[in-house]
């Protein structure tokens, strides 16, 4: 079975700083993705960015990049120059590469930027 | 491009009534999620479609709960009885394999309350 873990429950950050959200996950798959999706008040779950675990490479995408630990089963999504708009609960998934579509999700952190 | 559209946004019933939400995936997506999202938590699949065919239905509480995919396009889940635990955000999500179905887009979801 997989299971995401996303231990910070809430987290805030000045605007224009740095954030880091945790992300751990277990699996007994070898080739997987990971996704982290945000989600606003709006409700609509917006995907910020992906990783797959056969590339050794930490995925980017603008202000966001990731910190991907295979052997530690380590997942964290890091948030540079946050804006107000980056307000909201932010979701680590897990998908298999194999079989089902299906991600598995975190319980979420949300995060609050303060001007 | 339209994104996944949903109705209604809320809804508000009695326990023990029944209640539909309606899905319409994003144009040439033949694969459709459903997800329930309580409190605090993240979604949690209850079934997928791949075109019309429900293909894992293994959470979906099949005592009260119902979806169907007729013309394997717009979709609708229903809840008949409904119980004050069924109160939850209900998600509709879809993809296409074009993406290597990699990638899932959600629609705004329909906040149920069930009184």
């Known amino acids: 079975a997989q299971t995401v873990t996303q231990s910070q429950p809430e987290m805030s950050v000045q605007e224009a700083e740095t954030v880091t959200l945790s992300c751990t996950y277990d699996?007994?798959?070898?080739?997987?993705?990971l996704f982290w999706y945000k989600q606003p008040p709006s409700r609509q779950m917006i995907l910020v960015i992906r990783?797959?675990?056969?590339?050794?490479q930490n995925a980017t995408e603008n202000r966001f990049s990731v910190n991907f630990q295979k052997a530690a089963k380590s997942f964290s999504l890091k948030i540079s120059d946050s804006q107000l708009g980056d307000t909201a609960m932010y979701f680590c998934a897990f998908r298999t590469l194999t079989g089902a579509n299906n991600l598995f999700f975190g319980t979420g952190t949300r995060l609050t930027v303060i001007p | 491009e339209a994104g996944v559209v949903q109705s209604p946004r809320y809804k508000i019933i009695e326990k023990k009534q029944p209640v539909a939400f309606w899905c319409n995936p994003i144009s040439g997506h033949n694969t459709l999620y459903w997800y329930r999202q309580n409190l605090g938590q993240g979604p949690e699949l209850l079934i997928r479609y791949e075109n019309e065919e429900a293909v894992d239905d293994s959470q979906l509480p099949k005592d009260r709960f119902s979806a169907e995919r007729l013309k394997g396009v717009d979709s609708t889940l229903k809840i008949q009885p409904a119980e004050l635990g069924d109160s939850a955000v209900y998600l509709c999500a879809s993809s296409s394999p074009g993406r290597g179905r990699d990638e899932q887009f959600f629609g705004p979801g329909t906040r149920l309350t069930v009184l």
């Open positions: 990783q797959e675990a056969y590339k050794q």
């Open positions: 699996t007994s798959e070898s080739n997987y993705y």
